[in-house]
């Protein structure tokens, strides 16, 4: 039940309760950590304390007394002068265990171990042997090293007790200190995560508002970027995707409008003849076929031009590949020669080799022929040609025509546009020829000339060897 609860929040509110989680892992094995080996320093530290006094009684034992000079006497009385030399370290005590009577003690009194009857019987166990035993007393946890001490047939212990549990009082404290830290830590890490990832995730939020525009229909929509990071990426690659996609959207409603239009008028055409038709008139039936078949001709024409404008706007609608110019010209002049009764003329050509669609600049070049060979008469001339000027590689068409209107010459090139003295066609070749120069990255023009026309290819040279 929790992954799907932890579903429904929001990337911003997963990100920080990860990063908190993480934090508070991280902050907890660091504290155990931290406790485990501070603990077994305070265990060594015991230990090291407990060796050193007992040693220090040892080393006590081999000296003389201070009042007789000698070696002492009595057992008791080493344990006394031993407790009229030393202190004892913080949480410890030193016991003397007489050979007889009360035992005596050095440092603070601990109501819980002198009064149970554990601990003298702990060190009554040890006191022929010696050793260190830890001993539980009312919940308290203590170290006690016995010593024993024989001098002559007296025998008499030294003891050693440390609390165990006052040493660890202080790493407590530490680790409380340490742990209410820690889990402001958690809560500031966590604030700053959030505010982070929500900083972050802005670029995100926006794209998400942009989409949801998008689906309501605004496809003017853009996301604004200021980073240059792998969100700003993403956001300039969103854009992008919008471009392609309005233009996409602007490309497909163009071509219903214009299919639209200009279908219109066959389908009226069909419509009216095949409503007056005489079914018992032959010659009536052979001409109304005749002029039904040529219209459906124009018709599959003019979508197959349509279809070839909008796939002007796709990645593989050209298919550039190392292309001998010289020869691409050549077969241009040779195939435009079928097209009409003209004197054709290679104007030029460039002998070098280009990164081209030969296949779409062919077509390029005969829709410019045919679009000469309908402006000019029979014996005119036409000339094609191919160089490399200025930094770009040209190729052109020109003709004895009446040339173009110079009004007329920023129109030419958009769609269903016919010159005043074009009756034919659909005024859509030159917007092809404009959308395969467009897909090389060039441009067509017309040239400024005292008669005729010359359309002109300019395409970049960046592969032209």
């Known amino acids: 039940m929790a992954v799907p609860s932890l579903s429904r929040l929001s990337v911003r509110h997963?990100?920080?309760?990860t990063i908190a989680l993480l934090t508070t892992l991280a902050l907890v094995a660091v504290g155990?950590?931290?406790?485990?080996?501070?603990?077994?320093?305070?265990?060594?530290?015991?230990?090291?304390?407990?060796?050193?006094?007992?040693?220090?009684?040892?080393?006590?034992?081999?000296?003389?007394?201070?009042?007789?000079?000698?070696?002492?006497?009595s057992a008791d009385r080493l344990l006394e002068v031993f407790l009229q030399r030393n202190l004892p370290d913080d949480n410890e005590e030193l016991f003397a265990f007489p050979t007889s009577g009360t035992p005596t003690y050095q440092g603070e009194y601990d109501p819980v171990l002198q009064r149970s009857q554990a601990f003298p019987a702990l060190v009554e166990r040890l006191k022929a042997t010696g050793g260190t035993r830890?001993?539980?007393?009312?919940?308290?946890?203590?170290?006690?090293?016995?010593?024993?001490?024989?001098?002559?047939?007296?025998?008499?212990?030294?003891?050693?007790?440390?609390?165990?549990?006052?040493?660890?009082?202080?790493?407590?404290?530490?680790?409380?200190?340490y742990a209410l830290l820690a889990a402001l830590s958690v809560i500031?890490?966590?604030?700053?995560?959030?505010?982070?990832?929500?900083?972050?995730?802005?670029?995100?939020?926006?794209?998400?508002?942009?989409?949801?525009?998008?689906?309501?229909?605004?496809?003017?929509?853009?996301?604004?970027?200021?980073?240059?990071?792998?969100?700003?990426?993403l956001q300039r690659t969103f854009n992008d995707m919008l471009d392609r996609l309005e233009s996409a959207f602007a490309t497909q409603r163009q071509l219903l409008d214009d299919a639209g239009h200009e279908l219109r008028t066959p389908l009226t055409v069909l419509r009216g003849h095949l409503e007056v038709l005489d079914t018992a008139d032959p010659h009536d039936v052979a001409t109304t076929r005749a002029l039904l078949l040529d219209e459906i001709d124009r018709m599959?024409?003019?979508?197959?031009?349509?279809?070839?404008?909008?796939?002007?706007?796709r990645p593989d609608f050209v298919d550039p590949h190392p292309t001998d110019v010289e020869a691409l010209t050549h077969g241009a002049i040779d195939r435009a020669r079928a097209l009409a009764d003209r004197r054709w003329l290679l104007d030029g050509v460039a002998r070098h080799s280009a990164l081209l669609d030969g296949q779409r600049i062919t077509?390029?070049?005969?829709?410019?022929?045919?679009?000469?060979?309908?402006?000019?008469?029979?014996?005119?001339?036409?000339?094609?040609?191919?160089?490399?000027?200025?930094?770009?590689?040209?190729?052109?068409?020109?003709?004895?025509?009446?040339?173009?209107?110079?009004?007329?010459?920023?129109?030419?090139?958009?769609?269903?546009?016919?010159?005043?003295?074009?009756?034919?066609?659909?005024?859509?070749?030159?917007?092809?020829?404009?959308?395969?120069?467009?897909?090389?990255?060039?441009?067509?023009?017309?040239?400024?000339?005292?008669?005729?026309a010359t359309f002109r290819l300019r395409l970049p040279t960046g592969e032209v060897a």
């Open 14 to 17: 997963r990100l920080t309760i």
């Open 32 to 73: 155990l950590t931290l406790y485990v080996l501070e603990a077994r320093r305070i265990d060594r530290a015991i230990e090291t304390s407990l060796s050193q006094e007992t040693g220090e009684f040892r080393a006590l034992q081999k000296e003389p007394d201070p009042r007789t000079q000698r070696r002492f006497a």
């Open 134 to 177: 830890s001993l539980e007393v009312g919940g308290r946890t203590y170290r006690v090293a016995v010593q024993p001490v024989k001098v002559g047939a007296q025998s008499a212990a030294f003891v050693v007790v440390h609390d165990v549990g006052s040493s660890r009082d202080d790493l407590h404290e530490l680790m409380v200190t």
């Open 188 to 233: 500031l890490i966590a604030g700053l995560a959030s505010w982070s990832a929500g900083r972050l995730l802005r670029p995100v939020r926006r794209l998400r508002d942009t989409a949801r525009g998008i689906s309501d229909g605004d496809l003017g929509r853009r996301l604004e970027v200021t980073g240059h990071d792998d969100l700003s990426d």
């Open 300 to 313: 599959a024409r003019l979508v197959n031009d349509l279809l070839m404008l909008a796939k002007a706007r």
């Open 363 to 452: 077509q390029a070049l005969l829709q410019l022929s045919d679009n000469a060979a309908r402006h000019t008469a029979p014996g005119d001339e036409i000339g094609i040609g191919s160089r490399l000027h200025e930094g770009c590689l040209e190729l052109w068409v020109r003709d004895e025509g009446p040339g173009v209107d110079p009004a007329m010459r920023a129109k030419v090139f958009e769609r269903f546009t016919r010159g005043d003295h074009d009756d034919e066609g659909f005024g859509l070749g030159l917007s092809i020829v404009s959308a395969i120069a467009e897909a090389h990255g060039g441009e067509v023009v017309i040239d400024e000339t005292p008669s005729g």
